[in-house]
Nanobody, 112 residues
């Protein structure tokens, strides 16, 4: 059974940082390109960032470039998202994705 479990969310002030993790199991993690997506209240899903199966290439939505860093540890079956310079508009539920599989997400709230 494919499982994706996110953690690391929380409440942070504008300008702060958070590191999200996604623990994967039930499939060959090291063979899959992975992504982070987010959904803000009242809005549809938004793609945030992606990384190839070996970590060789990374991709970011325009508004995240320079602030977010995606990475992975295939030995630990874990995906990461380092978020810095957080803004109120980054408030959302962040989920990791492997193909058509999504995790339940972790809440990130940016507020003073």
């Amino acid at each position: 059974e494919v499982q994706l479990v996110e953690s690391g969310g929380g409440m942070v002030q504008p300008g702060g940082s958070l590191r999200l993790s996604c623990a994967a199991s039930g499939f060959t993690f090291s063979s899959y390109d992975m992504s982070w997506v987010r959904q803000a209240p009242g809005k549809g899903p938004e793609w945030v960032s992606g990384i190839t199966w070996n970590g060789g290439s990374t991709y970011y939505a325009e508004s995240m470039k320079g602030r977010f860093t995606i990475s992975r540890d295939n030995a630990k079956n874990t995906l990461y998202l380092q978020m810095t310079s957080l803004k109120s508009e980054d408030t959302a539920v962040y989920s990791c994705s492997a193909g058509t599989y999504w995790g339940p997400g972790t809440q990130v709230t940016v507020s003073s």
